[in-house]
């Protein structure tokens, strides 16, 4: 009997967060509950004592008022929408093996042809630690460096123009390398793709003589980078700094260099991020969409940039004071070079009304402008948007 009990706590405590929104290592940024009170402690009041298996609900959600996608003068519209809702589930089984699983329950779970997982599956790897090092295997988030681009969706309002047309977690292999404490080398080699060449990019390439050239992948279809994750001063100051390419044909590849600096300060986190691709076949698809190309046709020789700055301000406990912008670059040759340039910006404050529960609400405007050069023939748009709304990660167990 007193087992039945403990198992309908432990049911009650996992179905009741399910339940509500059924009726109506990413290491994050700034002020992270990392004592957070599991809901499970709460209904059972027993005391945990293993990490083995924490359940967490990352769930973003707001009220939205939004100009559509052309000028400020096209009529504002409303809505109630779902940003973020994923599924977390992690653990140290013993004092060597690891492992994590985030599933999207916001996104379909297409299932690509390459690596048999489904789309909306971010990450399903197993980990195992050695003294110096440490191995990842299974579907993994690839390590591009910066610090925007590892923040934990939940917490991003909006994502540079770059970051926001990134497909990021594909199946592969980390192997990690700590030569001293508090600095960190990773070499990584993943899927480049998920599914078929032709699915992936197309089956020709338009390039500076704006004539379709036939393309076709290579056999064996690779991604490789190398990644510094430094901290000095105690964690105060830390880098990431990553590069790398990945196969696109057998002439044709895509490389990025990726970089960035937080600063940890006792009621502010700041950091600066850089970030630059160049793909021999636009893999991105952002140029590509701009200039409305046929379907299995993508622009070749692509260059971006994406430069990134955000700060979080605890003015007071409880309440945060957040600050973000981003400048991005477009440039292709079938576009006469530099032909987009592309502003962000936005301003939210938060208020996180309980010590013990990573739960904020926040009132946030947005605003985005795009600009394109008039030899691309394109029309420069802005786009705004006021939201109010919850951001909670719910740890279940």
Not at 143 to 169: A, C, K, R, T, V
Not at 224 to 229: D, E, I, K, P, S
Request: net charge neutral.
């Amino acid at each position: 009997m007193q087992g039945m009990k403990k198992f309908a706590i432990l049911a009650a405590s996992i179905l009741l967060p399910l339940l509500a929104y059924a009726q109506g290592g990413n290491t994050g940024m700034g002020f992270e509950m990392n004592g957070q009170e599991s809901l499970f402690e709460r209904l059972s009041a027993l005391e945990r004592r293993s990490d083995a298996f924490n359940l967490y609900i990352n769930f973003a959600g707001s009220y939205q008022a939004a100009n559509g996608d052309e000028t400020f003068t096209e009529p504002w519209n409303g809505k109630f929408t779902a940003r973020d809702l994923r599924l977390e589930i992690k653990g140290t089984l013993t004092d060597r093996i690891y492992y994590r699983m985030r599933q999207k329950l916001n996104q379909p779970a297409l299932t690509g042809s390459f690596d048999s997982f489904a789309a909306s599956m971010d990450l399903m790897m197993v980990g195992y630690r050695f003294r110096h090092f440490a191995v990842e295997a299974g579907k993994i988030c690839q390590h591009w460096g910066g610090f925007d681009y590892d923040e934990n969706p939940m917490y991003i309002y909006q994502y540079s123009d770059l970051i926001n047309h990134m497909d990021i977690f594909f199946a592969g292999v980390d192997l990690y390398w700590m030569p001293i404490p508090l600095h960190e080398f990773v070499f990584e080699i993943t899927n480049p793709q998920t599914s078929s060449f032709e699915q992936s990019y197309g089956s020709s390439v338009l390039g500076a003589g704006m004539v379709p050239k036939g393309v076709s992948g290579v056999r064996f279809p690779v991604n490789v980078l190398a990644n510094w994750n430094g901290n000095f001063r105690n964690g105060i100051v830390q880098t990431r700094v990553a590069a790398g390419f990945m196969t696109q044909t057998p002439e044709l590849t895509a490389r990025l260099v990726n970089g960035g600096v937080k600063f940890n300060l006792p009621t502010l986190k700041w950091y600066v991020d850089y970030m630059f691709e160049a793909d021999g076949i636009d893999r991105l698809g952002l140029a590509s969409g701009d200039f409305s190309l046929p379907t299995g046709t993508r622009l070749g020789d692509v260059t971006y940039t994406s430069l990134i700055t955000k700060a979080m301000w605890q003015f007071i406990p409880g309440w945060n004071l957040v600050a973000k912008a981003s400048y991005d670059t477009v440039s292709a040759a079938a576009g006469g070079g530099r032909y987009r340039t592309g502003f962000m910006g936005l301003t939210s404050l938060e208020y996180m009304p309980d010590p013990t529960q990573d739960f904020r609400i926040f009132l946030c405007a947005t605003l985005h402008r795009i600009m394109f050069t008039p030899a691309s023939g394109l029309d420069s748009f802005n786009t705004g948007r006021v939201e109010i709304g919850i951001m909670y990660r719910i740890k279940c167990y």
